[in-house]
C-alpha cells in the first residue's frame, strides 16, 4: 500500500473510494465466474449429450467448491488481517502473514489433489451422479484436480493485491485467465472433440496463467507487501489468527460445497437427472447475479479493516452504510431480472425443452428470496473486515445449516420435489433479516472495544 494509497484510506471520499475499488472487483469477480461459467454454456450446446453433460459438471460443484473454500480460509483470512497490519502502520507482520500464507496454500494444495484424485468417483455418486452421468463428472473432475494449485494460489493470494488497495492489478488476475479460458473452451470442446475434459483443460490453463501473474506482483516492486523467503518458516501464532478470521469465508463456501450435495441428493430422490441439470443452471444463475454484491463487499473490505485498525470508526460505519446500499440495490435489481425473464436466461445455457420446462418453474421459486441476499452478504463480510469471525460464522451457519440443509430434506417429504426450492427463499429471508438485526444491535460495542479480541465482547 502505497502513502497515497494510506492518506486516500484514512481521508478521501469513501463513496467515491468504494466505487473506484469495487468496479475492478465487480468486473473481476464477472470474469473470474466466467471460467466455469463459460464451460457450462458450451458443455450445455454439445448435440446430443449436451444435457447430461452440463448435469455431470454440476455434479463436481461440491468438490470445487471445496478446493474454492479453503483458498479463502488464507486468502480472506490473511487479507483482511493484513489490512489492519498496514492501518497501523506494521508492515513486516503484513509481510509475515503474506508469507506464511503462500506457504499453507502450496500445502493445502498437495493434500486436497491428493485426497480428491483417490476418493472422486465414491464422492461422486454419493453427491447424486447417475450411471449416466458418472463418465462425465469423473472425466472433468480428474483433469481439474491437477490444476489445485494453480486455482489455490490465483484465487488465495489475489486477496493480498486487493487488500492493498491495487484493485486494477487484482481484476487483471482474473481478466488475464478468463481470456484464455475463453479462447482455450470452444477449441478443447469442439474444434478437438475433447468434450468435458477440453473444459476442464481449459479451465486448469487458465488458472495457471492467473497464478503466474498473482506471483509475478507480489514477488516484485511494485506491490506494498512482498512475498519473502525469510516468512516461509510457518509462525504458528499468525496461521492460528488467519485460519480463525478465514473460517467464516470458509464455512460459507463449504457449507455451499454441502447444499450443493444435499440439494442434488434430494433432486435425484424426488425428481431425476433432470432436476440435478436444472439445479445446475441455478446455481449458474446465482453466480452471476450475486457478481455485484461480491463486488461491493470486497470494494468495502480494504476499507473498513484499514480504518478498523487505525480506529476511525465512523469511517468504517459509513463504509458499511454505502456497501450495505449498494448490495442492497444489486440484489432487487437481480431479483426483478430473474423472475421477470427466467426462459432468457436459462437458454444461455440450454434449449433442451425438458430441462427448459423444469428450470423456469423452479427458478422462480428457488430465487425470490434473492432480493435481500445484500442484507445478508454486506453485515456478513462487514463482521469479517472488523475481525468479527465468529459472529459472521455464525450468520453463515444460520442460514445454510441451520435453516437450508434441514428444510431441503424435510419439504420435500410433504411438497415433493418442489420443496427442494421452497427451502432456499425461506433461508434466505430469515437469514438476511437476522444478520441486520445482530449487525445493528452489535456495531456500537464492536467499534467501543475497537480491536479487542472478540471472545471478550
Known amino acids: ?66 478446493v474454492s473454500a479453503f483458498s479463502a480460509l488464507i486468502g480472506m483470512g490473511g487479507a483482511p488481517l493484513t489490512s489492519i497490519a498496514l492501518g497501523k502502520g506494521d508492515r513486516r507482520e503484513a509481510e509475515k502473514l503474506l508469507g506464511n500464507s503462500f506457504v499453507t496454500l502450496v500445502g493445502i494444495s498437495v493434500i486436497l489433489t491428493s485426497v480428491f484424485l483417490i476418493f472422486k468417483r465414491p464422492l461422486l455418486y454419493q453427491f447424486g451422479a447417475s450411471d ?66 477440453g473444459a476442464a483443460l481449459a479451465t486448469i490453463l487458465s488458472q495457471f496463467v492467473s497464478a503466474l501473474w498473482v506471483l509475478k506482483f507480489l514477488f516484485g516492486k511494485k506491490t506494498g507487501i512482498r512475498i519473502r523467503t525469510k516468512y516461509f518458516k510457518v509462525d504458528f501464532r499468525l496461521l492460528g489468527k488467519i485460519t480463525a478470521l478465514g473460517m467464516a469465508p470458509f464455512i460459507m463456501q463449504s457449507t455451499e460445497s454441502l447444499v450443493q450435495i444435499t440439494l442434488n441428493t434430494n433432486l435425484r430422490l424426488y425428481g431425476s437427472d433432470l432436476y440435478v441439470g436444472a439445479m445446475t443452471i441455478l446455481s449458474s444463475t446465482i453466480q452471476i447475479f450475486t457478481l455485484p454484491l461480491q463486488g461491493f463487499t470486497q470494494g468495502a473490505q480494504p476499507i473498513i479493516g484499514y480504518n478498523f485498525g487505525a480506529k476511525n470508526y ?15 440495490t444489486a440484489s432487487v435489481l437481480a431479483c426483478l431480472l430473474i423472475e421477470l425473464f427466467p426462459r432468457v436466461i436459462i437458454r444461455i445455457f440450454s434449449s433442451d425443452p425438458a430441462l427448459m420446462d423444469i428450470a423456469v418453474v423452479s427458478m422462480r421459486i428457488f430465487m425470490i428470496g434473492t432480493f435481500l441476499m445484500g442484507a445478508q ?46 427451502a432456499e427463499p425461506i433461508s434466505d429471508i430469515t437469514a ?17 472495544d475497537g480491536s479487542a479480541p472478540e471472545k471478550q465482547q
Open 432 to 448: 438476511a433479516l437476522t444478520t441486520t438485526t445482530v449487525f445493528l444491535l452489535s456495531i456500537g460495542r464492536i467499534c467501543r
Open 314 to 328: 465512523d469511517r468504517v460505519k459509513k463504509t458499511v452504510k454505502y456497501s450495505f446500499t449498494l448490495c442492497m
Open 1 to 66: 500500500m502505497t502513502k497515497n494509497m494510506d492518506k486516500e484510506f484514512a481521508e478521501g471520499n469513501l463513496l467515491k473510494l468504494l466505487i473506484k475499488l469495487s468496479i475492478p472487483a465487480i468486473v473481476a469477480q464477472l470474469i473470474n465466474a466466467l471460467y466455469n461459467i463459460v464451460d457450462r454454456m458450451y458443455l450445455g450446446h454439445i448435440p446430443e449429450e449436451g444435457t447430461l453433460a452440463l448435469t455431470g459438471v454440476g455434479l463436481t460443484f461440491p468438490i470445487i467448491l471445496l
Open 377 to 422: 452478504v454486506s453485515l456478513q463480510n462487514a463482521f469479517i473486515a472488523m475481525g468479527r469471525a465468529k459472529t459472521a460464522i455464525c450468520m453463515a451457519l444460520l442460514r445454510k445449516i441451520v435453516l437450508l440443509i434441514p428444510l431441503a430434506i424435510l419439504l420435500p417429504k410433504f411438497l415433493g420435489v418442489d420443496g427442494v426450492f421452497i
Open 132 to 197: 449416466d452421468t458418472i463418465g462425465y463428472a469423473e472425466s472433468y473432475l480428474t483433469i481439474y484436480l491437477i490444476g489445485t494449485l494453480f486455482v489455490q494460489l490465483s484465487l488465495g493470494l489475489n486477496n493480498f493485491i486487493n487488500a492493498q488497495g491495487f484493485a486494477k492489478t487484482g481484476m487483471l488476475t482474473v481478466l488475464i485467465g478468463a481470456v484464455t479460458n475463453i479462447v482455450l473452451d470452444p477449441i478443447l470442446i469442439f474444434g478437438f472433440r475433447m468434450g468435458v475434459q
